[in-house]
């Protein structure tokens, strides 16, 4: 598939979310990466990356709380 469209106001992009299960991972690691280099507006991607991650099943939801808790202290 395609993936998951989001929409980033801040650059007026729609960046495309991977289906692909290795270009997930890369892709969650990349920005979790930024974020932890003061890149702060990764949230939103972040989430629609690990909301395909739990479609997908790839991921639990204890995994889901366990990143967002981390690095973005929720």
Do not use: M, W
């Amino acid at each position: 598939g395609e993936g998951l469209i989001t929409t980033t106001p801040s650059y007026g992009q729609s960046p495309v979310i991977p289906s692909d299960r290795e270009e997930l991972c890369k892709e969650l690691e990349l920005q979790l990466q930024a974020h932890s280099a003061g890149h702060k507006g990764t949230f939103n991607y972040v989430n629609a990356i690990l909301k395909e991650l739990l479609k997908q099943k790839l991921i639990k939801s204890k995994d889901y709380r366990k990143i967002q808790r981390g690095y973005y202290h929720i």
